[in-house]
Nanobody
Framework: QVQLVESGGGLVQPGQSLRLSCAAS????????MGWYRQAPGKQRELVATVSGSGSTTNYADSVNGRFTISIDAAKNTVNLQLNRLKPEDTAVYYC???????????????WGQGTRVTVAS
């Protein structure tokens, strides 16, 4: 099995920054992709950003493009999300997602973290 542990959420004022991290542990043979999703109160979970296992390909939601940066540290099985110029509408629970192979011939499986809360308020 694989466990994802997130860290770095908190309360900040508009315009400030935060850095979220998510570390995968357990049966990790290779990482296909990792990403961050968020869910605001009363809303559906939405994609924030994804990165390929090699780090060569990234994808961002329009609402965060240019403000957030996703990166992966393959050696540490860790994905980071730098959140800059935060806005009140960024307030949500942020969830880490990982697509991981447990062995060479295994199909990738989806894993989720427990979520970390980000609150942006003055």
């Amino acid at each position: 099995q694989v466990q994802l542990v997130e860290s770095g959420g908190g309360l900040v004022q508009p315009g400030q920054s935060l850095r979220l991290s998510c570390a995968a542990s357990g049966r990790v043979f290779s990482i296909v992709a990792m990403g961050w999703y968020r869910q605001a109160p009363g809303k559906q979970r939405e994609l924030v950003a994804t990165v390929s296992g090699s780090g060569s390909t990234t994808n961002y939601a329009d609402s965060v493009n240019g403000r957030f940066t996703i990166s992966i540290d393959a050696a540490k099985n860790t994905v980071n999300l730098q959140l800059n110029r935060l806005k009140p509408e960024d307030t949500a629970v942020y969830y880490c997602n990982a697509k991981i192979r447990g062995s060479l011939y295994a199909a990738p499986a989806d894993y989720w973290g427990q979520g970390t809360r980000v609150t942006v308020a003055s």
